[in-house]
Nanobody
Framework: QVQLRESGGGLVQAGGSLRLSCVAS????????MGWFRQAPGKERDFVSAISRSGGSTYYVDSVKGRFTMSRDNAKNTVYLQMNSLKPEDTAVYYC??????????????????????WGQGTQVTVSS
């Protein structure tokens, strides 16, 4: 069982930055690849980024490449999402999720929300224009 708790959301002006954190419970954090997803009002939950178990590999949706950076600290059971140059279209509830993997890699299905085993409760990010 893994419990995830996101924090760091808030209200920011366009062009600003936020750093989201997701802390995991349990002693097996390094057994999980991690993902960030987001859900805007009235829309489906969309993939944002993924990171491998060790943090050595990352993968991003095209719309955030060059602006968002995902990282993790396995000693702290924490994964981060640094978001720069924020745009109003980034407004959403952001969720972190854990995906159990035997291999230290980005799985080909990492962008599929149904593949993930555990989810956090989400944190709201609002970007004003």
């Amino acid at each position: 069982q893994v419990q995830l708790r996101e924090s760091g959301g808030g209200l920011v002006q366009a062009g600003g930055s936020l750093r989201l954190s997701c802390v995991a419970s349990g002693r097996t954090f390094s057994s999980y690849a991690m993902g960030w997803f987001r859900q805007a009002p009235g829309k489906e939950r969309d993939f944002v980024s993924a990171i491998s178990r060790s943090g050595g590999s990352t993968y991003y949706v095209d719309s955030v490449k060059g602006r968002f950076t995902m990282s993790r600290d396995n000693a702290k059971n924490t994964v981060y999402l640094q978001m720069n140059s924020l745009k109003p279209e980034d407004t959403a509830v952001y969720y972190c999720a854990a995906l159990f993997l035997l291999q230290d890699r980005i799985a080909p299905y990492s962008s599929d929300s149904s593949a993930y085993n555990y989810w956090g409760q989400g944190t709201q990010v609002t970007v004003s224009s």
